[in-house]
């Protein structure tokens, strides 16, 4: 399939190469050209970071690119030890109000680098003595203009309102950032290794889910620590393309009061990296479909849940990142199965100016 930037311009896709297809099919050579075109950036929001020694990292960022944040929040926690907290970002724009972040370093993420709130967030950060770090796929936008430090994510083009391409090149780009401040070899080699393994990811396919969702009108979608992060965007891309009802809950949360919603034939989807939350998250599957929920899972050694296909990366974090590749491949064909155009989802538009 021609790549999103390749199509000649004004020409429409084919039914079945809508614009988020290709987009999807173009992330391995999104991660290679942020390989290839960033990482100097990179190493020098890294230096600042290791200079100013932050003891809180605070993100910045809405919808997706928050899901994104989420990801990295665990990704930080876990190998760099330093806490992260999500900004309210209306804290700046809407109530006027400036906190106290002159120990800390802030990351703001943003696909267009232009919603005000994003914006005004950033800037009140930088003013009360942050350092500020902008992951972005637009470098000529107003979030590079009021950040130290910003990294081109280098997803190109995006033309689809659901963002595929760019969600995945955030985090990666979050990883190298991590990396490199952290001078983590193994995961710096991970990340080379990953436009590979995405592309394999292309290829995996999730037989049995489209027949349990076309039985429900709703379902689950399970993760932990960095997988409940690609969860809470499996969730969304689900109502944003198919305008199908679903949650995202970690696999203990769901143990308690939304447990009560499962029961026959109820789908559940658990996206199951191979790290340590790796047996809780085989735990809560296999216990939910004890109980009738017609469980899914990216796992080989299961029971009573259905295995579906993954890549096994060898590194934890870019193995949770390569459980959204294949997610994508099913919801934009489920959405057309579902006769919708992924393209387009109804009252939706690409960049959310929200103050």
């Known amino acids: 399939m021609a790549d999103a930037e390749k199509m000649p311009q004004g020409q ?26 960033s990482m100097e950036a990179v190493e020098r929001a890294a230096a600042r970071l290791r200079e100013k020694n932050p003891g809180l990292i605070v993100s910045i960022a809405r919808g997706s690119s928050d899901h994104a944040a989420t990801f990295l929040k665990y990704a930080i926690e876990i190998h760099a030890g330093v806490p992260v907290a999500s900004l309210g970002p209306s804290v700046a724009s809407v109530f006027g109000v400036s906190l106290d972040l002159g120990r800390a370093a802030t990351l703001s993420i943003s696909q267009s680098g232009a919603s005000p709130d994003i914006i005004a967030a950033t800037r009140m950060a930088g003013e009360s003595g942050a350092l500020t770090l902008g992951l972005t796929n637009q ?15 280098c997803a190109g083009p995006e033309r689809s309102v659901a963002a595929t391409k760019s969600f995945v090149s955030s985090i990666a780009a979050g990883l190298a950032l991590l990396a490199h401040w952290q001078q983590d070899t193994a995961l710096l080699d991970a990340l080379r290794a990953l436009p590979d393994q995405a592309q394999e990811a292309l290829s995996c396919r999730w037989e049995g889910v489209e027949e349990a969702l076309d039985a429900s009108d709703s379902l689950y979608v399970l993760g932990r620590g960095p997988s409940w992060a690609i ?23 769901v143990m308690h009061g939304p447990m009560a919603l499962v029961q026959s034939g109820f789908p559940l989807l658990t996206l199951c990296a191979r790290d340590a939350a790796r047996e809780t998250a085989i735990g809560a599957s296999e216990k939910l479909a ?19 296909e993954f890549v096994d990366t060898g590194h934890p974090l870019t193995d949770a990142l390569c459980l959204v590749i294949p997610f994508y491949v099913f919801v934009e064909a489920h959405a057309r199965h579902r006769g919708l155009n992924p393209d387009q989802p109804p009252l939706l538009r690409k960049v959310t100016r929200t103050r």
Do not use: W
Request: a negative charge; hydrophobic letters at 40%.
């Open 290 to 308: 004890g109980e009738g929920a017609a469980a899914f899972i990216t796992a080989r050694d299961v029971i009573r849940s259905r295995s579906i």
């Open 231 to 253: 969860a809470n965007e499996v969730a969304l891309k689900f109502k944003e393309t198919c305008s199908l009802h679903a949650e995202a809950y970690s696999s203990a949360e």
């Open 12 to 37: 429409e896709p084919r039914v079945d190469e809508t614009h988020m297809r290709a987009e999807i099919c173009e992330i391995p050579q999104a991660l290679a050209r942020l390989l290839d075109r």
């Open 139 to 153: 470098q000529t936008s107003p979030l590079g203009d009021v950040v130290d430090h910003a990294i081109d994510i």
